[in-house]
């Protein structure tokens, strides 16, 4: 399942609307096959926060632990989150 965040903005901010997409998302992630991975795809974000991905991406790799992949974060923003929420989880990314 690919999952591109821009559907969610370009501008992913504040913790709120990342807990809203994560229970956007619940029901698709529930029907989720077995064998299939979760693909997180940041794609044409121009600015990512760890309050919106500590909703999200941390909610999503928690309890879907390793199934998730993340892809396109190459973005400055994407990276200092992602450097961030791996500090402050101890969460390790699976990125591609």
Known sequence: MIIE???FGKTLTSRDSGSEA???IQSLL??????EDIV?????????SPSWGD???V?????YKNKVILVNTQNR???ATLDLLTDINGIEFNVR
């Open 59 to 63: 909610s999503v790799i928690k309890n």
């Open 55 to 57: 909703e999200f991406i």
């Open 30 to 35: 529930q029907g989720l096959n077995k064998e």
């Open 5 to 7: 965040l821009k559907k």
């Open 22 to 24: 994560y229970r956007a």
């Open 40 to 48: 997180l795809d940041f794609e044409g974000l121009d600015t990512f």
């Open 77 to 79: 923003s994407v990276i």
